[in-house]
């Protein structure tokens, strides 16, 4: 996933569910552990990638 692309996906992602966070203020590695952790939550992968182990980095 390029990192626009990302970007974009974790604002409207974040907005649905009522998270105000200004995706553009992270770097790209914790969006990406953020995307994990939504997709744990929601039990679904939503990247299209194949899955991996969720990351707990501090975010």
């Known amino acids: 996933m390029r990192e626009a692309d990302l970007r974009a996906w974790m604002q409207a992602a974040l907005e649905a569910r009522g998270v105000s966070v200004d995706p553009e ?23 299209g990638e194949e899955p991996g182990p ?6």
């Open 25 to 47: 203020s992270l770097p790209v590695q914790q969006l990406q552990a953020v995307l994990r952790r939504l997709e744990a939550l929601d039990g679904v992968d939503l990247s």
């Open 54 to 59: 969720l990351r707990w980095d501090g975010l």
